[in-house]
């Protein structure tokens, strides 16, 4: 036995250039079934557990794996040879920054807002993650884990990260006064973060813009108008304007003037007002607090009825039936005690001047 493994041993040697090419090229063409069998092992072993956070890991390394052992063979079979040192260096440098990207690849993935890490987090710690939070907090996860991605295969090529730290804290100045607006988009992002003044799907109107809010990044809040069209809106912007959330409303306000002619007579008047006040107060979609009808002022052209009530829905077309069908009950009211909505108008009196001529008469004396 011990003959038969040195001559193969000798044998390998003395065929070794086109044994490892053989083994690489063995191992690349079953990669696939290899790393279905190590992931499908795995998954078993997880599954056993019944731990979502290891199953959600095993999927966000899937892919990464995979590739891993792509390369694998690759380094064995070129690691078997006697290289330079300088180009053993260089290999050895490839395959390390590969295997930092493959870990960083599967720690970006885990981090997404699809992953389930953040339900875990919010299980573990008794906090409450909204819509905004998730994507917010999975984005500076991802930003931190490339930056320190970046720093390990800078490390790994020889480069000094001390001395790259002390260089941008040298321009740090000048990088700061020429990313203002990105840092007060960011700043401006926090502010929407913490304070919370709307969330995704939220319908909002500031001075610039009206619609439904369906992202909000680092360095702006995607919105889409009921145009359909997608407005981006700088965080810093929105941070410093008013915002008017009506997805917030318990209730919608309806408030108008009815304004009745003026041949409308005080009965007339005093049997309107009690019918549409009735009418409201007995709606099933009106809520019932702060309901005000009443007979206002005297008008230019007008007798103003004060109408003042909210709606239980504050979903914009159910609002408007709403507040059809108290229009088309308003009108039958004033149809059946004879009133008259008014429009406006006005009397132009012209005053008739008759103007006295008085002749003279001129005697012409001979």
Not at 10 to 39: C, D, G, H, P
Not at 171 to 200: C, R
Not at 338 to 366: C, D, F, N, Q
Request: glycine letters at 6%.
């Amino acid at each position: 036995m011990p003959e038969l493994m040195s001559q193969l041993i000798a044998l390998f040697m003395q065929y070794r250039e086109i044994t490892t090419i053989i083994v690489v090229v063995f191992f690349v063409f079953i990669n696939r079934w290899l790393s279905k069998l190590v992931i499908y092992l795995l998954s078993k072993l997880i599954n056993k557990t019944n731990n979502e956070f290891f199953i959600s890991v095993l999927n966000a390394f899937e892919k990464p794996l995979r590739t891993f052992f792509i390369f694998l063979p690759i380094y064995i079979g070129i690691k078997t040879h006697d290289l330079p040192i300088g180009t053993e260096l260089l290999v050895d440098r490839i395959f390390n920054t590969i295997v930092i990207l493959v870990i960083g690849s599967g720690l970006v993935k885990l981090s997404s807002k699809s992953s389930a890490v953040f339900e875990k987090l919010k299980e573990k710690l008794d906090v409450e993650f909204d819509d905004i939070l998730i994507p917010f907090f999975s984005k500076v996860v991802q930003v931190v884990v490339i930056a320190v991605i970046l720093s390990l295969v800078a490390q790994a090529w020889g480069h000094n990260i001390n001395n790259l730290v002390a260089g941008l804290g040298i321009g740090g100045l000048a990088v700061a006064l020429a990313a203002q607006s990105t840092l007060g988009n960011l700043f401006g992002g926090v502010v929407i973060i913490t304070e919370k003044p709307f969330s995704l799907g939220d319908w909002v109107k500031t001075p610039s813009v009206e619609g439904v809010v369906e992202d909000i990044g680092f360095r702006s809040t995607k919105i889409r108008t009921f145009a359909n069209s997608v407005i981006i809106v700088p965080n810093s912007t929105l941070a410093n304007q008013e915002i008017e959330n009506f997805s917030n409303m318990g209730k919608r306000r309806i408030m108008f003037n009815l304004g009745l002619t003026y041949q409308t007579t005080r009965e007339q008047m005093r049997k309107c007002v009690d019918r549409i006040n009735e009418l409201i107060q007995n709606h099933e979609e009106v809520h019932p607090e702060t309901i005000m009808v009443r007979f206002d002022k005297f008008n230019e052209s007008s007798l103003d009825v004060f109408i003042y009530f909210y709606t239980k829905t504050t979903i914009w077309s159910e609002y408007l039936e709403v507040k059809e069908d108290i229009n088309l009950k308003i009108m039958k009211i004033l149809e059946e005690e004879g009133a008259s909505i008014a429009y406006p108008s006005r009397s132009l009196y012209v005053e008739t001047v008759e103007k006295e001529t008085k002749g003279k008469e001129i005697t012409a004396e001979s």
